[in-house]
């Protein structure tokens, strides 16, 4: 699949200007990262925002499990001729990041996962897919109609805020899913797996949990250090959506830790 992306150029580059390649989670897109991405690529970082497949821009397929999350990044790489990026996921894109750098550890050279370990998941997310279902996408007529809809399922205003991001006006009116709805609802307890390939990574690894987020517990460090060898964790004062909750302290520990 070829992915949609969006390339944010270092402004001031250096010689052998590092690559940075985001993959959000689900629900989520490139954009998602707008803020982030600017200002890493400000600080001479080459950054790439990912649309993985069936989300934003990217193309709906038949597939919404990690294996084909990872072969799309692969071919993503090669086409773009991006070389040892550093790879970084929040949440999905935490898990899909995981099972790359298992699957092809010689194509990055370090991991960055934000808030997701490295095990099955009891998914919450279906109560959300039940509600998207229900809002009658064919019917809504508009952005604050859809709102309405889905408070009955997401009762949290920035919840449904994000996840609204998924509509778009279509050019005869209404709107329409940018997600592929129907495929997530059919395979959405393949997003809660654990990791699909076997073997360690042993390259440099950054964990970032949210302190009041419950993805990343203590208990997971074990198996966290287990699998990825050379992995330390942090840790900031805000709950699962890190990157947005704290997004100058993330951008931050991000250079540090990279450089």
């Known amino acids: 699949m070829k992915l949609f992306f969006r390339e944010y150029p270092a402004v001031d580059p250096v010689q052998n200007t590092q ?16 803020t982030q991405a600017r200002v890493l690529s400000n600080h001479h970082y080459r950054v790439f925002t990912v649309d993985q ?3 934003g821009q990217s193309p709906h397929s038949d597939r919404f499990d990690y294996p084909s999350m990872v072969a799309d990044l692969a071919e ?17 894109g ?6 790359f750098a298992l699957a092809h550890p010689d194509k990055l050279s370090k991991l960055i996962v934000v ?20 809002l009658g996408i064919d019917t809504v007529t508009s952005r604050q109609e859809a709102d309405e809809r889905l408070s009955e399922y997401v009762p949290e205003p920035d919840v449904r805020q994000f996840l609204l991001k998924n509509l778009q006006r279509k050019a005869e009116g209404g709107f329409s899913w940018k997600i ?6 059919e ?18 690894t950054l964990f970032i949990r949210g ?7 203590d208990a997971d460090f074990a198996r966290i250090q287990q699998v990825f060898t050379q992995a330390t964790l942090e840790t900031l004062e805000t709950g699962h959506w890190v990157q947005a909750e704290k997004p100058q302290e993330f951008v931050e520990l991000v250079m540090k830790w990279v450089e």
């Open 53 to 55: 497949g069936n989300h």
């Open 94 to 99: 935490g898990k899909t990041a995981m099972n």
């Open 211 to 217: 302190k009041y987020s419950k993805y990343i517990a």
């Open 19 to 34: 690559p940075i390649v985001i993959l959000h989670g689900l629900f989520g897109s490139a954009d998602n990262w707008l």
């Open 180 to 185: 592929n709805l129907p495929l997530i609802t």
């Open 187 to 204: 395979q959405l307890s393949n997003i809660g797996v654990d990791l699909q390939y076997p073997g360690a990574f042993d390259k440099p």
């Open 76 to 92: 993503l790489l090669a086409d773009q001729d991006i070389q040892n990026p550093v790879i970084l996921g929040h949440s999905m």
């Open 115 to 134: 808030d997701i370990a490295p095990r099955y998941y009891d998914l919450e997310h279906y109560t959300i897919v039940k509600g998207l279902n229900a």
